[in-house]
């Protein structure tokens, strides 16, 4: 038996019920609707427009600073490395390390003469040096001004960075106003409807009247 | 003994306002004085309102003061340091929950609406629900003293033809189902919107729904329901946004059905207003709505859409069951009687003066 889901005073509420199941079920009898188009119907799940106030600032200026450090770190830990193979080079010890002390303070004796002798022959190597050196210096010079500019780009990544999430964050407002003007619209044209109703009415009212 | 009211705004028509010029007036017809203090006053009523800030010197500890409760009143701190004896009336928040979705700021006030009235329970010697739902609510807060003070309706403001054009606009031969109350989501307008479909669709393509209620603020669930007639295609769905008292009066004298699917009432004015005016009601049981019902109309348990259909049509083509549901709805008017009332808040009151 049907549960009992309505409540009157004064009327006879089985019989009503036994009355509505006899309707419901000739119209699904007869086609004209099926339990699924009303249950469609009733669960439908309402999306409400998202509120301005619920538009977060996602900008979270600390993610760019952590991938930096990030840069950073990882640079810190090359040269560690680097110095860890520099440092991991064996040294010489035992017999051949007298060897290698004699032989220096012997070359330390005869600089000079070497410095002498090899005068001469060295020169072209001198210059070659000196060459290399300047260019050195002038690739130094590239370099820090590439590092400026790199300091600079970083700056500029940051700038963009930061408007980025701004525009994101401005457009999705943007958009919420804009679907809240739509709906404003929609009053507006649901009132003004209303109105003329209204004018029509009262227009029909003054021409009887008359 | 002298037994004064306290509340926010004293203006003109709301039902705060006319249920505290309604209880002057019983104890005054008693021979009690009565003073209504309070924060804001409308023009049309200041000869009856007194600025709040000149109670304190006045109340004495052998008097009472009733104070309506609403959210963040200023004047509630007065009502904290008065020496009288007291008693709150408290007409209901609406859960925040409802809110949320559509209302951030709204859920948030009563919200803490619900956690200021905790506030009341230690300084408060009567908490009157106006509805038992709501008396209810104020015994699970921790009140110990609380009992029920129907709403005053004053229904000869309904004794009256209406807005004509109001009258010739829906006075045509279409089935009238009709809904009054704000455009929020607790109403549920938009099940009622859905419910339509169904019933203009399968059952009676001769009818319109006409929603009456201010929607302003609410935009954002309005569009849910605008979304929804326009899914559906529904041309006969009517939204007056707010209405004047004259066309509201004409709006009842054209309904043939009146239809709630709320989820919350505290109490449910419109229902009884439809009662009076001999609209025969389907009603969903849900808050204070069978309790404010008392027996008159039809109560729904369930919002099954072909069968609420079902019965709107059996409703409309069987006379004696629509006479038999007025009949009803006549009867339960007398709980609300002027006269009832009035005996219930005196009875309260004497209690309270021997307590």
């Not at chain 1, 640079?75 to 290698?100: D, H, Y």
């Not at chain 1, 260019?135 to 980025?164: A, P």
């Not at chain 2, 017809?29 to 309102?49: A, L, Q, T, W």
Request: with cysteine.
């Amino acid at each position: 038996m049907e549960e009992k889901w309505i409540e009157a005073e004064g009327i006879d509420v089985e019989k009503i019920m036994e009355e509505i199941r006899k309707r419901v079920e000739d119209k699904k009898r007869k086609g004209i609707y099926k339990e699924e188009e009303i249950e469609d119907i009733e669960n439908v799940e309402l999306l409400p427009l998202p509120d301005i106030l619920d538009v977060p600032i996602v900008y979270q200026p600390e993610d760019l600073e952590k991938s930096y450090k990030g840069i950073e770190t990882l640079r810190e830990r090359k040269i560690k490395e680097l110095r860890a193979i520099k440092n991991s080079i064996p040294q010489v010890t035992g017999f051949k390390r007298k060897v290698k002390d004699f032989v220096i303070k012997i070359r330390g004796k005869i600089f000079p003469l070497l410095k002498l002798l090899s005068f001469f022959t060295l020169t072209d190597l001198y210059d070659g040096v000196q060459i290399n050196s300047s260019s050195i210096e002038s690739m130094m010079g590239y370099i820090n001004e590439s590092v400026h500019y790199l300091n600079v780009y970083k700056e500029h990544i940051k700038v963009l960075h930061n408007y980025v999430h701004h525009i994101t964050t401005e457009i999705t407002k943007l958009k919420v106003e804009n679907d809240e003007l739509k709906v404003r619209v929609k009053e507006l044209e649901s009132r003004l409807s209303f109105l003329e109703d209204r004018e029509r009415a009262l227009e029909k009212e003054t021409v009887d009247k008359k | 003994m002298r037994v004064h009211q306290l509340l926010t705004s004293l203006t003109y028509g709301d039902a705060i306002s006319n249920e505290a010029l309604a209880i002057k007036k019983f104890l005054e017809d008693e021979g009690i004085e009565s003073k209504i203090f309070g924060y804001y006053n409308h023009p049309k009523v200041s000869k009856y309102f007194n600025h709040y800030s000149s109670y304190l010197s006045e109340s004495k500890p052998e008097d009472i003061l009733i104070f309506h409760f609403s959210i963040g009143s200023p004047v509630s701190k007065i009502y904290f340091q008065a020496p009288a004896k007291k008693i709150m009336i408290y007409h209901n928040i609406t859960p925040y929950n409802f809110f949320k979705n559509y209302h951030r700021i709204l859920a948030r006030e009563c919200y803490k609406g619900r956690l200021e009235l905790k506030k009341f329970v230690d300084k408060t010697d009567l908490g009157l629900g106006d509805s038992d739902y709501n008396r209810r609510e104020l015994e699970e807060l921790g009140f110990d003293n609380t009992g029920v003070l129907p709403i005053v309706m004053d229904f000869r403001k309904f004794d009256r033809e209406g807005s004509r054009v109001i009258r010739n606009m829906f006075g045509d031969d279409k089935f009238n189902i009709l809904f009054v109350g704000r455009v929020i989501p607790n109403k549920k307008i938009d099940e009622i919107v859905r419910f339509y479909a169904v019933y203009q669709k399968y059952f009676n393509p001769n009818s319109r729904l006409i929603i009456a209620g201010e929607y302003r603020g609410f935009e954002r669930y309005l569009n849910d329901i605008y979304q929804t007639i326009g899914k559906y295609n529904l041309k006969d769905v009517v939204l007056t946004g707010h209405i004047s008292f004259n066309d509201l009066v004409a709006l009842y004298k054209e309904a043939d059905l009146y239809l709630s699917f709320s989820e919350h009432e505290g109490f449910g004015v419109p229902l009884l207003e439809a009662f009076y005016n001999n609209v025969p009601v389907i009603a969903f049981d849900k808050g204070a709505v069978k309790e404010t019902m008392n027996g008159g109309g039809i109560i729904i348990k369930e919002k099954k859409f072909d069968k609420v259909a079902a019965l709107i049509e059996e409703l409309r083509n069987n006379e004696s069951m629509r006479e038999a549901v007025l009949r009803s709805q006549q009867d339960a008017l007398k709980k609300y009687s002027y006269e009832n009332v009035k005996k219930i808040l005196l009875s309260h009151i004497n209690n309270l003066k021997e307590a």
